[in-house]
Structure formats: C-alpha cells, structure tokens
C-alpha cells in the first residue's frame, strides 16, 4: 500500500492554459474523489467516481473542468482555459466501499497539486 | 444542504498540556459520520479520528477523543498531553453513510504547540 499519489505537485500556469492532474488511489480502492481546497479554507467536494463512472459533480465543477477515470483505476483532472479563480490546491482521495469492506467511510488523501494561475 | 463551521481559527497550547477544538454542524439526516482531519503544513490529509452517528459512546484513539453532542450538532476533539507534531490544520467534516459519501469541511482550525 503506496497511497495516493498525485501529480504534479505543483503547477504554474498562464491565464488560459490547460492544464491536466493525475491521481493514483489506492491500487484496491473502488470511489475516488476530487476536491479544491483554496487558502484558508477547508476542501470542497468537485465529484467522484465509483470504478470508472462519474457519479456526481459539484456546481463548483464548471464546464471548463472535466475528470476521468478510464479502467477504473488512476484519474485525470483537467481546467481548460485556465482563470486566476482557479488557483488552489487540488486533493484526491480514495475510499473502498462495498459488502463485506467494513463501515468505516475512511477517505484516505494524496499530497494534493497546487496550482497557481499568473 | 449540509454546512460544518469550526468557530475557532487559531489556537495554541503548551507542550504536555490539553486543548480542545470545537465543531458544529447542521444537518437533517440521521445517519452519518463526523471525522476529525489533520493536514501539517506541506503534508497529505491524515484522518484523525472518527465518530457514527449512531453511537453513543465517544470515540477515543491514544491522545485523541471526541466529545460528541448529538442533539446539540456539536462534535469538539480533545487532544492530551500535546505534543509538537500535533501542530496543524484540523479540520471537522462530516459524511453522510449513503450515496456519495462525500465529505463537507469546516474551514479549519490551526494549532500551535509551544515548547
């Protein structure tokens, strides 16, 4: 068990760049999560997927962000036409949920990728 | 909608002594589960701690414990014996058990631990 990881770290962008993060769950984890967390806030919730399909999405996701999640294994975040608003640190975090897993709901998160827009 | 608020941005302890962040949250549902969160500065979000809903008994893990007030929407962590690796971010979040599961977060509080 690696955890998650993410990449890159960090990543400086020009205003109206694309930009494309990775995360890596946890190799047996099923639900995988993505979240923005800006300055002195705590993270918010963009959407998840169960395996490879994309359950749900926050209104926070706009239609310049797009994620997937092919085979069901690592994922892939992308901003298009990148904005200064869009600058915060973007977490992972993966979870196993299903019969016989246990009920703990533990999501467990990488480093995050911070992103800074110029 | 779902809303957690940590009332406390900053606190600040000594070393070896105890302190307590406060949380509360709003919520319809009856079925769910509170964490508390640490992220140190530069490092990944680690869980804390965990309490079901359903669950009267509070939760404890070594250092840590919860005092978790159902009806009051209340869920404060109380660390002991404080130590400097303690120092962090904490976050409170909340999740309900069915459906996404996804987490909502308190904004945070930030501790210091002096020597």
């Known amino acids: 068990d690696t955890g998650v990881s993410q990449n890159p770290r960090h990543k400086i962008t020009k205003r109206g760049q694309n930009v494309t993060f990775r995360c890596d769950p946890i190799?047996?984890?099923?639900?995988l999560y993505w979240y923005r967390q800006t300055l002195g806030q705590g993270p918010e919730f963009l959407t998840y997927f169960q395996n490879e399909a994309q359950l749900e999405k926050s209104r926070l996701l706009s239609d310049r962000f797009s994620a997937e999640r092919p085979k069901g294994s690592f994922s892939t975040l992308e901003i298009q036409r990148t904005e200064q608003g869009d600058s915060a640190m973007y977490l992972c975090a993966s979870s196993l949920i299903g019969a016989g897993q246990g009920l703990t709901y533990e999501q467990y998160f990488g480093p995050g990728t911070r992103l800074t827009v110029t | 909608a779902q809303t957690v608020t940590q009332s406390q941005p900053e606190m600040s302890v000594q070393e070896a002594e105890t302190v307590t962040l406060s949380c509360t949250y709003d919520t319809s549902e009856s079925d769910y589960y509170l964490f508390w969160y640490k992220q140190p500065p530069s490092r990944q979000m680690i869980l804390v701690i965990r309490?079901?809903?359903?669950?009267?008994q509070n939760a404890t893990e070594n250092r840590f414990s919860v005092n978790f007030q159902k009806a009051a929407k209340s869920f404060s962590l109380k660390i002991s014996d404080s130590q400097l690796g303690d120092a962090a971010m904490y976050f409170c979040a909340y999740g309900i058990i069915q459906g996404a599961q996804k987490l909502v977060f308190g904004q945070g509080t930030r501790l210091t631990i002096n020597p």
């Open positions: 309490q079901e809903a359903y669950k009267q």
């Open positions: 190799s047996e984890h099923n639900r």
